[in-house]
């Protein structure tokens, strides 16, 4: 389940009680929900998505947040894949979600690939693009010509492209300076209404948040050539069971959670035509994988025999690999397997 489905089940939620007379709201659109860090839950398991459409209901439905949750929280906690719902605070709802559904999302991730965090079912909304010049102008169109559909949101059919008529002139000096693949790292993580700092040359080190990035993929690459090489496969499992310490529990779970954000970073990179949210996530991605891959190794160590755990990292860090192949494909990066 990721944070975009678990958004559904609490629109539906939402919806049951105004049929049902318990609540008098507009149905909200969107809502709004969170995959805390993995350094704030517990070993035995802590929270996964957290929500505070309550809070913002409450108002308008004449009741407190407390009372709101309550109501939302007898519907949410029938919902498959959900073990538990707590209120906490002023009205937050606090969610933990079964072994079964983390699993069930990694083993989903796989079995999308490429697919994985492309809108489905959504109406395509026009973008009007401003005509403009320059090179930044030019990269950001046509990373957007694949975040907009990607994100749920479309040109409609005879209408105005997305992509600058012509390709600004500074383009091929740009990438004769840093490559291809940096240069549009460093125009599309910059945000549309900061300063681009152009670095003099690309460093091939992991300081560098594009190298840092591709490096990562190329290590989830190798891993599964590794443990080809050593005759397993991956399975999906629980976090829980393939990390025993609170350090490595923390680990997998920042991991899970990036896996799981990637769908609904994309839906508003999107929505507010901004690239530099993909390439911030890929960022974090990475980041949590490399930690992950460090302190709960995929691969068996020494004389150590492949088991289950060893298969069901290794499908955390091909989902990861899947998370970053999809966002540089956005971004127009390349996604090298070997570095």
């Known amino acids: 389940m990721t944070p975009a489905e678990f958004s559904r089940a609490v629109i539906c939620s939402v919806r049951g009680a105004v049929e049902d007379g318990e609540l ?33 209901m409450a108002k308008e439905a004449g009741r407190s947040p407390l009372e709101v949750a309550g ?10 894949g959900v073990a538990r719902v707590e209120i906490a605070g002023a009205g937050f709802l606090n969610v933990t979600l079964t072994g079964g559904a983390r699993a069930g999302l990694v083993r989903s991730v796989l079995a999308q690939g490429p697919a994985y965090g492309n809108a489905d079912g959504r109406g395509p909304v026009e973008f009007r693009a401003v005509e403009s010049a320059g090179v930044r102008a030019a990269v950001t169109a046509e990373a957007l010509e694949k975040i907009l559909p ?31 693949d940096e240069a549009r790292w460093v125009l599309l993580r910059t945000a549309q209404g900061d300063a681009v700092r152009l670095p003099d040359r690309p460093v091939q080190r992991e300081s560098n948040a594009r190298f840092r990035v591709q490096y990562a993929y190329a290590r989830t690459c190798a891993m599964t050539r590794n443990a080809r090489d050593l005759g397993f496969a991956a399975e999906p499992a629980d976090i829980q069971e393939v990390g025993g310490t609170d350090t490595q529990s923390h680990a997998l779970r920042d991991l899970y959670a990036a896996i799981a954000e990637y769908p609904a970073t994309v839906e508003a ?3 507010h035509r901004a690239p530099d949210r993909v390439a911030r996530h890929l960022e974090v991605t990475a980041d949590a994988w490399l ?20 298969r069901g990292r290794l499908a955390l860090a091909e989902a990861a690999g899947t998370v970053l192949a999809n966002g540089l494909h956005l971004l127009g990066i390349s996604t090298p397997d070997r570095l």
């Open 150 to 180: 990607a994100g749920g949101v479309a040109t409609k059919p005879g209408g105005e492209t997305v992509r600058p008529r012509e390709v600004a002139e500074g383009w091929p000096l740009l990438v004769s300076r840093l490559g291809a």
């Open 71 to 80: 109501m939302l929280r007898k519907r949410l906690a029938g919902v498959p």
């Open 269 to 271: 990179a999107a929505r």
């Open 291 to 310: 930690r992950c891959h460090d302190v709960c190794p995929p691969l068996p160590v020494g004389e150590e025999k492949p088991s289950a755990v060893h």
């Open 24 to 56: 008098s709201v507009t149905v909200p659109e969107r809502v709004v929900v969170r995959v805390p860090g993995g350094g704030s839950n517990g070993a035995d398991g802590g929270v996964d998505f957290a929500c505070g459409v309550a809070m913002q």
